[in-house]
């Protein structure tokens, strides 16, 4: 919000890209993996099946084919991260709050176990297998 009012933001992409919360995927699911005390079932999917399920799908499937191009660019060509920040109309969010602090992934988290183990303790009913049951699924166009 400081950014709204901030002359330096003006006319700007203002980015928010902490370095304390910069995760690749499998960085993301070991830090749960380790809040949680179990290790998660890993799927691999290459770039090429990734593509190969896209070019498998009619032109006119959508959202499917929208979902498998926004996957492609965000997790195998790291849209999101992988761009530097051009000073002439860019601004990044720790350049111009250096002394702010921000919540990390990590702290994050862990209060987000601490309220699923507290939920689990007041339910009544006994909670739910949190084990992943592989479920195939076809895709499908209306």
């Known amino acids: 919000m400081k950014t709204v009012n901030d002359v330096r933001a003006i006319n700007k992409n203002v980015h928010f890209r902490p370095p304390c919360n910069l995760y690749n995927i499998n960085e993301l699911a070991s830090l749960w ?8 079932p890993r799927v691999t999917i290459t770039e090429d099946d990734l593509l190969a399920a896209a070019a498998g799908m009619p032109k006119n499937c959508i959202p499917e084919s929208i979902v498998a191009s926004f996957t492609h660019d965000i997790f195998i060509k790291g849209c999101q991260i992988n761009f530097s920040i051009d000073e002439a109309s860019d601004v990044e969010v720790g350049t111009l709050y250096p002394d702010e602090t921000y919540r990390t992934l990590d702290e994050c988290f862990t209060d987000f176990v601490m309220k699923l183990k507290d939920e689990a303790a007041t339910e009544e009913v006994p909670t739910k297998s949190h084990v992943v049951e ?7 166009c209306a």
């Open 134 to 140: 592989h479920i195939p699924i076809a895709a499908t």
């Open 33 to 40: 993996e380790k809040k949680i005390g179990r290790t998660l």
